[in-house]
T-cell receptor, first 112, second 116 residues
Framework: QKEVEQDPGPLSVPEGAIVSLNCTYS??????FMWYRQYSRKGPELLMYTYSSGNKEDGRFTAQVDKSSKYISLFIRDSQPSDSATYLCAMSAFQYGQNFVFGPGTRLSVLP | DTGVSQDPRHKITKRGQNVTFRCDPI?????LYWYRQTLGQGPEFLTY????????KSRLLSNRFSAERPKGSFSTLEIQRTEQGDSAMYLC??????????????FGPGTRLLVL
């Protein structure tokens, strides 16, 4: 079993839909959780950063962490074609980057 | 703040050749990371530097790989005697890590390597 699992997609939704992206993990020590967006042929860019359990909202994006279920989610409201990208979750037991473990990513297409 | 830059963006080489990639981090970022990303996978940690010191290397980093950050600014990643399995995107990221504060990594655009 991989440490971090993510449905690879592709996930296609119409413009304006609410998108739900998810990751599951096996390491109960993880307490820092991140979502990255990666456009084709570009490096990942950080979207959301959450520590421990709970919700965090930033504009159209909401990150949820349920540590008891070892499950994290990213919701995108009012999705736009410009949201079409691969979304990677990453997590770590420690604060520092050398410990980050990335999921394989979910490819999202938002159709106009 | 010009972002993290990597050079070259693409490299095609023949098996057995040596290749070298360069990463220029965001200025004043003390940490620099190298990752490898293959198709359909997330980035995998290879190694990182705090200033000029290489502090950790992944088991993925075979002895054909070497990385340097000689003056604590730019970094190079060299792969000797390339193999087809080395074909991947090589990503560099930098951050300013201070004790007690959250670390945010900023990624470069990557160097895509194809070994024929």
């Amino acid at each position: 079993q991989k440490e971090v699992e993510q449905d690879p997609g592709p996930l296609s939704v119409p413009e304006g839909a609410i998108v739900s992206l998810n990751c599951t993990y096996s390491n109960s020590a993880f307490q820092y959780f991140m979502w990255y967006r990666q456009y084709s042929r570009k490096g990942p860019e950080l979207l959301m950063y959450t520590y421990s359990s709970g919700n965090k909202e930033d504009g159209r994006f909401t990150a949820q962490v349920d540590k008891s279920s070892k499950y994290i989610s990213l919701f995108i409201r009012d999705s736009q074609p410009s949201d079409s990208a691969t979304y990677l979750c990453a997590m770590s037991a420690f604060q520092y980057g050398q410990n980050f473990v990335f999921g394989p990513g979910t490819r999202l297409s938002v159709l106009p | 703040d010009t972002g993290v830059s990597q050079d070259p963006r693409h490299k095609i080489t023949k098996r057995g050749q040596n290749v070298t990639f360069r990463c220029d981090p965001i200025s004043e970022h003390n940490r620099l990371y190298w990752y490898r990303q293959t198709l359909g996978q997330g980035p995998e940690f290879l190694t990182y530097f705090q200033n000029e010191a290489q502090l950790e290397k992944s088991r993925l980093l075979s002895n054909r790989f070497s990385a340097e950050r000689p003056k604590g600014s730019f970094s190079t990643l060299e792969i000797q005697r390339t193999e087809q399995g080395d074909s991947a995107m090589y990503l560099c990221a930098s951050s300013r890590a201070n004790k007690g504060t959250r670390e945010t990594q900023y990624f470069g655009p990557g160097t895509r390597l194809l070994v024929l």
